[in-house]
């Protein structure tokens, strides 16, 4: 199929036109470079021995999108480009709606009038809140905390009420955990501008002697070394992932969402504790008072993904932090 990734240079986005391309899809990238940059593209053609066609924009030019949609007869979308920061979204509330949920209306609307039918959307497991049970499953309920959570929930509902009233329309509405790690080529992976938010790229920052130390927010949660729990997933893993979604499209009854994850929970302490493993490396850690909006633990019920899609996550944390080294090594140097 010829496969559109909006946000294709970004973190995720990047890694799953590596997994399309293995599939033998042709992919086309759409991107602002508001998150991501230039050099990904020299990185992919270097991995994939070619070329990867791009369209610098933004998805809000709605022309712009329908003139990709046709000049590269898309048959289907991978919808990654939105922002991501949880405290920005906080901070800047109407950048958030503006760049996610009019971005993503601006795309639908291209994608209606080029007669593109087909679409998988990145959503995330923030859209459950607080956990009310655990493993979270897709029946839990939605109740985001945050704009950039609040976000992602409407464009899931968007595209529930269009496929509802679009017989042909066919989307999978993708829920990801937790995605950490890197190709194993070292040469693309996360790198976030200014200081990180998340805990694999801190704990690779402070391994790679560029922090000095990682603080631990909080060790008196009830989990069962008191640090917070949650569901890490290889981001080739999440790729493959999109591989099946794909396949999975023609067959799917209009909108459907599946969660991915691994269904195991890790605690910030094991963490560290394998990325010191996977790197050779001290990480020096300080316990700090709890970050405000944190949770004790989440990780998903990927049982759906698992039987329908017949995906499942393969890579083990050791992966996930060797990947996420080689990544940060080959920055260092
Ligand atoms: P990323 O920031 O690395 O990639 C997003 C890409 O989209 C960037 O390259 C950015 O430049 C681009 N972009 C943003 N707005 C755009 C616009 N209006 N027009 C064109 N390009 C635009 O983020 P990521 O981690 O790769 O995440 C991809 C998607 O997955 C996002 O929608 C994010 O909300 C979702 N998601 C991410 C995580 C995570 O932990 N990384 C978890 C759950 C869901
Ligand atoms: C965060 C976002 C969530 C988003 C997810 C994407 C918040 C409140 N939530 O979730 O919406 O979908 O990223 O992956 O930002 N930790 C430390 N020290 C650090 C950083 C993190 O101890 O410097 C701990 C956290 O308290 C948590 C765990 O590490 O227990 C994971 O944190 P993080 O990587 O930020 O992910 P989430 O909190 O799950």
Redesign the pocket.
């Known amino acids: 199929m010829n496969i559109l990734l909006t946000g294709g240079t970004g973190y995720i986005g990047s890694h799953a036109a590596i997994a399309l391309k293995e599939a033998g899809h042709n992919i086309v990238i759409q991107d602002n470079f508001s998150n991501s940059s230039p050099l990904v593209l020299n990185r992919l053609a270097l991995i994939l021995g070619e070329e990867v066609p791009f369209i610098e924009g933004d998805i809000r030019n709605t022309n712009l999108v329908k003139a990709i949609l046709q000049e590269f007869s898309v048959d289907a979308v991978m919808h990654f480009a939105g922002l991501k920061s949880?405290?920005e979204s906080v901070l800047e509330p109407l950048k958030y709606y503006e760049n996610n949920v009019l971005g993503s209306l601006s795309l639908l609307r291209a994608m209606k009038e080029s007669n593109v039918k087909k679409i998988v959307f990145s959503s995330?497991?923030?859209v459950y809140g607080i956990p009310r049970y655990l493993p979270i499953n897709e029946a839990h309920p939605l109740k985001p905390v945050n704009p950039?959570?609040r976000t992602k929930l409407q464009v899931e509902q968007i595209l529930e009420d269009e496929a509802e009233c679009d017989a042909l329309l066919k989307v999978v509405n993708l829920r990801y955990f937790?995605?950490v790690g890197a190709h194993k080529s070292g040469l693309i992976g996360e790198e976030p501008r200014g200081m990180p938010?998340?805990?694999?790229p801190?704990i690779a920052r402070v391994a790679g002697g560029k922090l000095k130390e990682?603080?631990?927010?909080?060790d008196d949660y009830d989990t069962f070394d008191g640090?917070?729990v949650?569901d890490y997933i290889h981001v080739m893993d999440l790729a493959e992932g999109h591989v099946a979604a794909l396949n999975y499209l023609p067959h799917s009854s209009g909108f459907e969402t599946f969660n991915l994850g691994t269904g195991d929970g890790c605690s910030?302490l094991q963490m560290i504790e394998v990325y010191r493993k996977a790197s050779g490396r001290e990480i020096p850690f300080r316990i700090v008072g709890r970050?405000q909006?944190?949770i004790s633990s989440?990780y998903a019920a990927p049982n759906k993904a698992n039987q329908i899609l017949l995906w499942s996550a393969k890579l083990s944390l050791f992966e996930m932090c060797m990947s996420s080294w080689s990544f940060q090594e080959q920055l260092v140097n």
């Open positions: 949880v405290g995330s497991a923030t950039y959570g937790n995605p938010n998340n805990l694999m801190f990682l603080h631990i927010y909080g640090t917070g949650r910030v970050r909006g944190d989440c």
